[in-house]
């Protein structure tokens, strides 16, 4: 219902050059206020992969975390690592994994738990909710995309293979593994299953032989085991205190958890069954369970058999900044116990695994922003184009790799904050979507879920406070560019399809030879009394002819935080009088919308007849922006005037 304002011809070869490449920049952005299409979705023909394919898409984000996770738990845990590993993974298999289950029951459209919340926090306190949510989303996918990249210009610069000039320039190389990400983002990035199964598969595979030889070596010098024992009684003696010891450092240890939600965002992808239905996919559901089950519990046995190995075979020097098994613990050992050689094939299969999660984090964020913010009239309208939203992410990537200086461990609490916000609020969803529909037991069970990922969170954000301040930085980008859009966009045409029903096409019909003529009026006074004033009102101050047959119109505002919407307009009998009523976001846009329907339906043209609003023109104003009511008449005409150009077709407004 939006129009597209273009640019006049030129015919000289510098602007054609520049037209093209707008054109390029902008291809695939709808014309007309329609939807994008959300990037890394299934395309229309696009044939759906069985769930274990589509668990590899996943999974080079949530295995990918191999290269990393167990150095990172090394430094942050110490000694206790090998029990904080455990507890991790209990939370994951008895709280993360039924959360996200359930989740994926109630989004089988691949919306996740924060397009849950939107529907349990309805109007602007929701809206804000998720513009929130998604800054921490944001946190989430970007600093997956540089810690990753990081991460994977460790592996290439430790590898003994490595030319001189590489060392030192870790930064370089991340910037450049992100370029190369955003370059074939805007090339197009298709094929991503495929891709992902080769990479798991190899992945997986050379992490099992490096975990199997690095058990066989404990257990051929198992002095190390009893050495680890020892040293653990000697710090801190009692069982007990040991086990609440590694319940107060798991938190350091919540990057393993990442990975569920970007689980459900690929449901779509998943083959459901032949008699699945849109609204009840009960096919794609169980291969989302099944997708979501493999992978954590794939994924708890390698953190913890790797959270022993590296702690029992690697001196804890090592894992310091400037140590060979710094963020690269597995590859240590791959090196150590298997030779550069096998060493060498590992590097290469943790760069290429962590280069493609980077990728789809990318494929995450550009599903994020048009899912919400152009539905909430909060973005540009260039965000409905892919290739502008990768430059921008791109840049922001360089930015966050510059100021971390390419480092893993100074990136994790910024990346295990994101993860962490992210379980939570999807514990708090399902808590709520249980108690909604009064089930008792679940809700104190995932109630209780909720309370561990709190905990868990806080722990985080006390422990590394960077996190919530990188967190804090997007929320505020994206709050402060969301609401600049939605007063840029304010005066659009919001309605993205008009029906009227039989009566309402009766009212407007009964004329044949026009105008079509329409007193506004407040649906909150709806007595007899007040029709006939504002009738006679619209008689004596604005010269509506008293044989006219007017049609009174009232708009119900009912959530104004929505942006567009469909629109029903039903014709009603009122105390003698014909009303079209209409429910709505707003009064003036939605007026001008059903003018130019009412125009274009019967070919007449219509007349509208306003009173002057009382009070302070700015209240008025923000009264419109927040509300969807205040200065309703000037309102509607420049509504209309922005949508219809030709002075000759646009309704009339009448105002008195």
């Not at 003696?237 to 086990?243: A, K, R």
Request: aromatic fraction near 8%.
């Amino acid at each position: 219902m939006t129009t597209l304002t273009r640019p006049p011809a030129d015919p000289s070869n510098r602007r054609k050059s520049s037209r093209s490449f707008k054109h390029w920049l902008l291809e695939g952005m709808p014309e007309g206020g329609g939807r994008p299409r959300q990037h890394g979705r299934p395309e229309r023909g696009h044939t759906p992969q069985s769930w274990w394919k589509v668990m590899c898409l996943t999974g080079v984000d949530y295995f990918s975390t191999l290269g990393y996770q167990p150095a990172i738990a090394a430094l942050a845990a110490g000694i206790v690592s090998p029990l904080a590993t455990i507890v991790l993974v209990a939370v994951t298999l008895l709280g993360a994994l039924p959360v996200y289950r359930r989740v994926a029951s109630e989004s089988p459209r691949g919306e996740g738990s924060i397009a849950m919340l939107e529907k349990l926090l309805p109007r602007w306190g929701g809206k804000l909710f998720v513009l929130a949510l998604l800054g921490f989303a944001a946190t989430d996918f970007m600093i997956t995309m540089t810690l990753s990249a990081a991460d994977a210009s460790a592996h290439a610069v430790e590898n003994p293979f490595a030319p001189e000039w590489m060392h030192g320039q870790e930064v370089a190389i991340t910037l450049a593994l992100i370029a190369g990400l955003g370059i074939v983002f805007l090339r197009g990035f298709k094929e991503a299953i495929n891709v992902a199964v080769l990479l798991v598969g190899v992945y997986l595979l050379l992490n099992a032989v490096v975990v199997l030889v690095g058990l066989f070596h404990v257990a051929a010098e198992a002095h190390v085991v009893t050495d680890w024992w020892a040293a653990l009684n000697q710090q801190h003696g009692n069982p007990l205190v040991m086990i609440g010891i590694a319940l107060l450092v798991f938190p350091k240890l919540a990057l393993g958890l990442s990975g569920f939600e970007t689980g459900v965002a690929v449901m779509p992808q998943i083959k459901g069954e032949p008699d699945d239905t849109d609204q009840r996919p009960a096919g794609r559901i169980r291969g989302a369970h099944k997708l979501l089950t493999t992978a954590a519990l794939i994924m708890s046995a390698f953190l913890v058999a790797s959270s022993f190995i590296t702690t029992f075979l690697i001196p804890a020097a090592e894992f310091e900044a400037g140590g060979k098994a710094n963020g690269r613990a597995l590859a240590f050992l791959a090196h150590q116990y298997l030779g550069d050689a096998f060493g060498t094939v590992y590097d290469i299969s943790t760069i290429a695994i962590l280069w493609f999660a980077g990728a789809s984090a990318m494929a995450g964020l550009l599903n994020l922003v048009p899912r919400y913010l152009p539905r909430f009239g909060m973005a540009p309208s260039w965000t409905k184009a892919v290739r502008p939203l990768v430059l921008v992410f791109t840049a922001i990537a360089f930015l966050i790799t510059v100021i971390f200086e390419a480092s893993v461990e100074a990136q994790g609490g910024a990346y295990a904050t994101g993860v962490l916000v992210l379980m939570t609020s999807a514990s708090i969803a399902v808590t709520l979507s249980a108690k909604r529909r009064k089930q008792r037991v679940k809700t104190l069970a995932f109630g209780a879920v909720a309370v561990v990922f709190t905990y868990t969170t806080v722990a985080n954000v006390v422990e590394r406070p960077d996190g919530i301040r990188i967190a804090a930085m997007f929320i505020l980008g994206i709050v402060l560019v969301s609401f600049a859009s939605r007063v840029r966009r304010s005066f659009e045409l919001r309605a993205t399809h008009i029906k009227m029903d039989e009566r309402a096409l009766e009212f407007t019909a009964a004329n044949d030879e026009g105008p079509i003529r329409l007193i506004a009026h407040e649906p909150k006074r709806a007595g007899a009394d007040r029709y006939r004033e504002k009738l006679e009102h619209a008689q004596q101050a604005i010269h509506l002819p008293e044989d006219s047959d007017a049609l009174f119109i009232e708009v119900i505002v009912d959530d104004s935080s929505d942006f567009e919407q469909e629109l029903l307009v039903e014709g009603k009998h009122r105390h003698g009088f014909k009303v079209l009523e209409v429910h709505s976001n707003n009064v003036p846009n939605t007026l001008a919308a059903v003018l130019l329907h009412i125009r274009d339906v019967t070919g007449l043209m219509p007349h509208i007849y306003f009173r002057w609003t009382e009070g302070n023109p700015i209240a008025n104003l923000s009264k419109f922006l927040f509300f969807g009511e205040g200065e309703i008449a000037p309102v509607t005409r420049e509504v209309l005037r922005e949508a219809e150009a030709d002075v000759t077709r646009r309704p009339w407004v009448h105002v008195g």
